[in-house]
């Protein structure tokens, strides 16, 4: 075996690095999940938790960090309401800068949750099902017009004044709360919703990265300025085709030299499946080689570690509300509840007063009839 080979199989021997980071990332989330429960359930029995609410929990409000980047475009501060929010989402944006669509494919829980119902989807087809291109474009652009119309209205229509009231307003204040009882007490509206979701992710492949999620279309469109990218030597290529069928971005990896394709969410699927040696890379311009997974699971994890270890050094990563804000608000809103159910439905109270008004009815006719 030459250099050359040598270096392909330790490539490919590689290639369980990316589980490994997406495992390590959804080991944290699962960590902060169960910490803002202890934190959420001591708060609803009504008692000041022992737990701190972790901040991480933040990187779930991207409307709030938009307008928080917006915040901090004109103020140059970071709002002390979820200025984690607004460190991870710097970060995650950076990440497109430097590795495309990466962190879909490295960090997100979603992405690795749609990783498997792909699988799935393969199982149960035995192929690949994804709309024609005549249905595949236009469904593709739906991702970007949420992505846009949440940019548009907060960081183009959004007055100045109106940034400052959001950001601490009792509805952003408490978002993440908020968020916690959409799950925990979801209404039958949002879980079927949910269960359609569900269904359209087995039936038709990739659907949810591929056609909804707005954060990922804002990374595509950022990482159009990407460093690194796939690039194919095509005098090398043998014209195999198993690059393609691993993609799934459906990125025609044979017409390239270059992907600059947003949908490429760096996932190495392709060089991992190329037989030849040196034909297919993640490239980057200061590296003479194209880099191997692990490089990609050091840049990740280095671009985390180094931003939240920032943010924290400069007190910008746990925010300023007090417990008892938090223990107010729960009890606030388990009023607000309480007054709702006690309050009698409309319906009820129109059917009751018709009731009356008919006993009324009968009542006077009886009296009439008794009269000699
Ligand atoms: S398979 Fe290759 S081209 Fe396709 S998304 Fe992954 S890295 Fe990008
Ligand atoms: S897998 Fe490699 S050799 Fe085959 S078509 Fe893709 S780039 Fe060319």
């Given at each position: ?54 901040p ?77 291109s ?11 017009l ?36 959409f ?42 300025a ?22 799934p ?98 319906e ?25």
């Amino acid at each position: 075996m030459n250099k050359k080979q040598a270096r392909h199989k330790r490539l490919k021997d590689q290639s369980g690095i990316r589980v490994g980071i997406q495992i390590t990332f959804l080991l944290l989330v699962i960590c902060i999940g169960i910490q803002f429960y202890l934190f959420v359930s001591s708060i609803e029995s009504g008692a000041l938790p022992e737990v701190k609410r972790p901040p991480g929990v933040e990187a779930f409000l991207p409307i709030s960090a938009l307008v928080s980047a917006k915040h901090f475009l004109y103020t140059g501060t970071i709002n002390n309401v979820h200025p984690a929010g607004l460190v991870l989402f710097f970060i995650i944006c950076f990440t497109a800068l430097i590795a495309k669509r990466g962190f879909c494919s490295w960090v997100c829980p979603i992405g690795l949750l749609t990783e498997h119902v792909n699988k799935l989807h393969c199982k149960i087809f035995n192929r690949r099902l994804s709309p024609p291109s005549w249905i595949d474009y236009p469904m593709r652009s739906v991702k970007y017009l949420l992505a846009g119309f949440f940019i548009y209205q907060i960081v183009f229509r959004m007055p100045v004044q109106s940034i400052e009231r959001f950001i601490q307003s009792p509805y952003n204040r408490f978002a993440d709360i908020k968020m916690f009882s959409f799950f925990t007490d979801m209404s039958s509206t949002a879980f079927m919703v949910l269960l359609f979701l569900a269904v359209l992710s087995i039936l038709i492949h990739n659907f949810w990265c591929r056609y909804l999620c707005p954060y990922g279309a804002l990374l595509g469109v950022i990482s159009f300025a990407s460093a690194g990218r796939i690039k194919r030597n095509p005098a090398r290529c043998l014209d195999c085709g198993k690059c393609e069928k691993q993609c799934p971005g459906l990125i025609k990896i044979r017409r390239k030299r270059k992907i600059h394709s947003p949908e490429c969410s760096a996932c190495l699927s392709c060089v991992n499946n190329c037989p030849e040696n040196d034909v297919l890379g993640f490239s980057f311009p200061f590296l003479e080689k194209s880099a191997s997974p692990a490089v990609l699971a050091i840049v990740f994890l280095v671009l985390f570690m180094t931003g939240i270890s920032t943010a924290r050094l400069y007190g910008v990563w746990q925010n300023d509300i007090p417990k008892k804000a938090y223990l107010g608000y729960v009890q606030q809103q388990n009023h607000v509840q309480l007054r709702k159910t006690r309050r009698i439905d409309p319906e009820k109270l129109e059917k009751m007063k018709e009731m009356i008004r008919r006993m009324q009815r009968q009542k006077s006719k009886n009296s009439n009839s008794q009269l000699p």
